[in-house]
């Protein structure tokens, strides 16, 4: 486990002057996790911690271990060595958003009311009125009616978000939250989470969108490999350098002019196998100055 450098410290209007309130709201200790004797960690002596109104990314290749490490996080599964600390009002949403139950949107909405709840006890008002505004945060109240089973992936996996958002928990687990979306609510999820963590909510999430990390991730831990597990602010940590050598092909991480302001984004280079993409300075084909970024390299 490398820590790159101290992360930061919460933005001072989340926390208040109560001490319990300024611990971390989740400390992960010498973490370490194989599924048996005879397979290999996945992980080993991690640590990190989480505060309060923070969303930390997770990434890393396929198979390394990041949805392990979210189990272990929210206590469905024990980890072999370490401890994790931190608070029990835990929302996940799982990676696998198939067909599942033939529940209506908003009963599968006021599922995530259940912890508020005694055993047979029928939600109240307050627990209606709670997902109605999940619902309505995270754009699903119009399909509040229709049977869950027969949305998209990408309805589905929307759902589960507002499901949890519902739950009103302290600290909210996701599996790559955005993996069925198309672009626009990509950009809707991410703004859910960060309007969660304004209001002091603890947000973990895998992605393979080094992107989405950068966009709203003040720290980010990076599957490297199994000994190397490295914490630290998102920009310093997903360096063009890094991504390149955890995913296997060029990365570059320029910083660009948007609509909002400028931004450091990463830049996979697919390689000349891409039949479709058009070459640049082919004829017919114009050369823009925004496509010769120096793969591999990081802007200065
Ligand atoms: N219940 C299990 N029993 C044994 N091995 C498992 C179990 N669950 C996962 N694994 C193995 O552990 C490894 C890590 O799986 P995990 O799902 O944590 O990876 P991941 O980093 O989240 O991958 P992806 O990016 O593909 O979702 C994989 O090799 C997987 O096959």
């Known amino acids: 486990m490398t820590a790159l450098s101290t992360p930061g410290a919460v933005s001072g ?32 002596n991690l640590g990190f911690s989480l505060e309060r109104g923070e969303i930390l990314s997770i990434l890393g290749p396929n198979a390394r271990g990041k949805t392990t490490l979210l189990k272990c996080l929210s206590g469905l599964v024990a980890p072999r060595e370490g401890q994790v600390h ?16 033939s529940f209506s949107v908003a009963e599968m909405v006021l599922m995530g009311r259940t912890r508020h709840l005694r055993a047979y006890q029928t939600p109240r008002r307050e627990d209606h009125d709670a997902a109605d505004a999940a619902m309505e945060r995270v754009g699903v109240r119009g399909w509040a009616g ?14 589960l978000i507002a499901r949890a958002v519902a739950s009103g928990c302290e600290l909210l687990i996701l599996d790559e939250p955005a993996s069925a979306l198309d672009l626009n609510n990509q ?11 304004a209001e002091g909510m603890g947000i973990i999430m895998t992605t393979h969108h080094p992107d989405h990390a950068l966009h709203v991730s ?29 995913y296997g092909l060029p990365i570059c991480t320029p910083k660009v002019d948007t609509v ?4 450091v984004i990463a830049v996979p280079d697919f390689g000349p196998s891409c039949r479709a ?23 200065p």
């Open 13 to 44: 209007n989340l926390v208040s002057g109560n001490p319990a309130d300024s611990a971390p709201l989740l400390q992960a200790t010498d973490l370490g996790f194989r599924y048996s004797r005879v397979r290999p960690w996945l992980f080993r």
């Open 260 to 263: 909002s302001g400028q931004r």
């Open 146 to 159: 229709r049977d869950y089973s027969t949305l998209s992936g990408g309805q589905r996996q929307l759902v």
């Open 218 to 246: 003040r720290n980010a831990l990076l599957f490297v490999g199994s000994h190397d597990v490295r914490w630290g602010p998102t920009e310093e940590l997903l360096t063009g350098a890094a991504l390149s050598e955890v």
């Open 86 to 101: 931190g608070v029990t009002g835990i929302g996940y949403v799982p990676q696998d958003h198939g067909a599942g139950p």
């Open 277 to 299: 993409c058009p070459v640049p300075g082919a004829v017919g084909v114009p050369t823009p100055v925004e496509l010769r970024i120096p793969f591999g390299k990081d802007t």
């Open 187 to 197: 950009s809707r999820v991410l703004s859910v989470l960060t309007g969660l963590a």
